[in-house]
């Protein structure tokens, strides 16, 4: 038996649509990796709801808004060690 690894694309794609995980960040780290919210106020708490991928769902100043918004959107939310 093989083992046959995944390619970076199919691995980015697992669990999209369905898994979901929230992130504590500051504003200017959220700016650094996603340049296009540039008109964040500098400094500020925040956590985003990321899709499977990374990509972005809600950006919110409280956990449990980032959490209830997986649970809106039908997401499973996961943990990141």
Known sequence: MTNTPFTEEQFAKLGAGQVAYVREMTS?????IYPQANDLQSGIKLFALLSADGAPIVL???RDTAIASAFENQLQTVSLH
């Open 28 to 32: 200017d780290e959220f700016k650094k």
């Open 60 to 62: 919110t100043d409280s």
